[in-house]
Structure formats: C-alpha cells, structure tokens
Nanobody, 115 residues
Framework: QVQLVESGGGLVQAGGSLRLSCAASGSIYDIGAMAWYRQAPGNQRELVAAITIDGNTNYASSVKGRFTISRDNAKNTMYLQMNNLKPEDTAVYYC?????????WGQGTQVTVSS
C-alpha cells in the first residue's frame, strides 16, 4: 500500500506561481515513475507531467516551459513548480505513483487561477 498526500494548491492571479508537493508513505520502495495529472470541471483527467525514478521527465505541451516536475527520493516527495499560471490551468491536481501492476492516486489539491 502507498499513501499519497498533495499540498500547495490555492488561489493565485494569472502570471503567479505555486508549488505543489506530493508526499508518499507506506510501501515507498516499490514506487517507480510518478506523475501529476489535473482535471477541470467537465473535462477528463489529463497528464500534466511525469518523472521516472531516474529523473527523466516529460510534459504536456500546454505546460512545457512553465511547469517543472521534480522528486526527492530521500524525502519520498514529488513536486510541481508552476510558473506563469494561466486561468486555463485551473483544475484539481492529482499525483500518481506507479508500482508494478498498480497505480496509486492522491486525493487532489485545488488550483484556481484568476484572470
């Protein structure tokens, strides 16, 4: 079992920044890749960014150059630094941890960007 807890969401004006954190606990040694997803009202959940255990990353085209994903394996924590936020970034952000044959999800944290 893996437990994931996101934090760092909130309300910010367009152009502002937020840093999301995802703290993992439980069977952390099984965790491989991790990722951030988001879901806006009426939309499907979409991949924002992903990172392997070795630190290789990939990003959705909509956030490339503005968001940075990272992880601190010693602290069992993943981060998402979000800069130059736009109203269309408004969503609930979820973290995901992948272990062999199963994915764990956090409960989500709300990010709201006002124009």
């Amino acid at each position: 079992q893996v437990q994931l807890v996101e934090s760092g969401g909130g309300l910010v004006q367009a152009g502002g920044s937020l840093r999301l954190s995802c703290a993992a606990s439980g069977s952390i040694y099984d965790i491989g890749a991790m990722a951030w997803y988001r879901q806006a009202p009426g939309n499907q959940r979409e991949l924002v960014a992903a990172i392997t255990i070795d630190g290789n990353t990939n990003y959705a085209s909509s956030v490339k150059g503005r968001f940075t994903i990272s992880r601190d394996n010693a602290k069992n924590t993943m981060y998402l630094q979000m800069n130059n936020l736009k109203p269309e970034d408004t969503a609930v952000y979820y973290c995901k941890a992948c272990i062999p044959q199963y994915d764990y999800w956090g409960q989500g944290t709300q990010v709201t960007v006002s124009s």
